[in-house]
């Protein structure tokens, strides 16, 4: 399992900062953590950037990338800061992300194909709100996969999100044992293995429980999640326990030897 | 998934120590202990007793019983000490297992149905070794129901172990991946809801690991096995990590609402 660091986040008071003063520093310094605690993929998520949205974005992307040779993700709902971003990166990219939402599928697609990129598909309904039932999420992995086919991508350039509900909400872990459910069935369903990614923040997003507590109930779900066949699991991996846990489960679930030292 | 503690064992030297001197007072203690530290059953393990076995597991029985309430499982493969055990406890009691070895299937077995209790059937071939494949060990589990309910016994009394294997064989972890997906498809295979338990401490025994990854494993497998719809996981109780995460991951599972408060 991949662990992608989602710790690059407009909203953080010094990115915001770095973003305003185009200041590289902080940029680079959290990159740098970040790879060091473990992350093999970054995720880039600007949130709002204003004006010269394009260029803050490239900027971002530079940056990062003059410290890291990791595979970014350029996680962004604005069509222009999505394309200033894939065409900013030297890198290996993924387009983060697109839905059966209208704009989405209209705006945000056809830059995966232009960008020859992978990009992750939420399993979202048109309206943009997740799904309840396992029949639902199944048919929606089916219409994104179909979407995607169209755009003239292989197949297996398709990421698919179950996206993990927080527990905040009452029906939430029910909602997530329905999403383990989809994880292990979406290979039949498609007809080919299919590269999945979840978010293990929003599992506890939102709660007040005790950082023990919160820490506990990730480290279970992921394990859950890898055992159903995540391929990817975007985290703060400055949570180290998380990290490791993601880790160990990956050594359970290789065909290679088991090896201690590496866990 | 229910916690069974498997701290009772008689190779303890003062559970051997009380056995050989007829001492309840380590006995009480010990289940003292691991019904405060969160065991929801008790697996009574006397290992060798020697002359007066039956006696012995009758003294053992009667001490536990006197300071707890829990179910226990009668954990022995010899018959005259199994029958002394069942005979001996007050409380719903599970026998503690058989297999398709011809010694067990015709001993061991017919004493579930006498005292009309659960039974553990281990998913081992007719020698006693533990199967690889996934369709040999479905095929063994459909032997073990067929010949469960040949005795009369009601078919949701049996439950079935399908054997945790030790990391320290090379192809351990590769084994336990198979176990998962045996659990998840028994259901499916005997047509029928199906009761299971598997002993954690397998895992990681004989490995010269530090504690902190055994835990670390333990906890992603634990985890694994519960998502993969294991019933009851018997451990060291007193490994208070691996109970608070067994209890989490019934929580994340259940289908009441999820309360931080009982986590």
């Keep these: 399992m991949i662990v992608i660091a989602d710790n690059l986040q407009g909203y953080r008071t010094e990115i915001r900062a770095a973003l305003d003063e185009e200041d ?3 940029v680079k310094d959290l990159v740098a ?3 060091r605690a ?3 993929m970054i995720d880039i998520n600007p949130g709002p950037l204003g004006r010269d949205s394009g260029k803050k974005m490239e900027f971002l992307v530079r940056t990062v990338q003059e410290v890291s040779d ?12 999505m394309q200033a971003g894939l065409t900013a990166s030297r890198t290996r990219s993924i387009l983060n992300g697109f839905s059966l939402e209208p ?3 209209k705006a945000l697609l056809p830059l995966a194909a232009r960008h020859d990129v992978d990009a992750v598909g939420y399993l979202l309904d048109p309206k943009g709100q997740p799904p309840v039932s396992l029949e639902d999420r199944l048919g929606i992995a089916v219409e994104l996969d179909q979407a995607f086919r169209k755009t003239g991508l292989s197949a297996e350039r398709l990421v ?6 927080p527990l905040l909400w009452g029906d939430g872990h029910r909602r997530n044992q329905i999403l383990l459910e989809v994880l292990r069935e979406l290979p039949e369903v498609l007809g080919r293995p299919v590269k999945t990614v979840a978010g293990l923040s929003n599992l506890t997003s939102g709660s007040a429980a005790p950082m023990e507590k919160k820490r506990r109930v990730e480290k279970a779900f992921l394990a859950m999640m890898a055992a159903a066949g995540l ?6 991996v400055f949570h180290r326990e998380n990290v490791c846990m993601a880790g160990t489960c990956g050594e359970l679930l290789s065909e290679k030897i088991f090896a201690w030292e590496t866990i």
């Design 70 to 81: 990791l595979p970014v993700l350029i996680d962004t709902a604005d069509p222009e800061v």
């Design 103 to 105: 704009r989405k599928m």
């Design 33 to 35: 953590r970040v790879e």
């Design 24 to 26: 590289p520093l902080p």
């Design 38 to 40: 473990g992350a093999r």
């Design 160 to 165: 698919i999100d179950p996206v993990v509900s």
């Design 231 to 236: 391929d990817m699991l975007m985290m703060n």
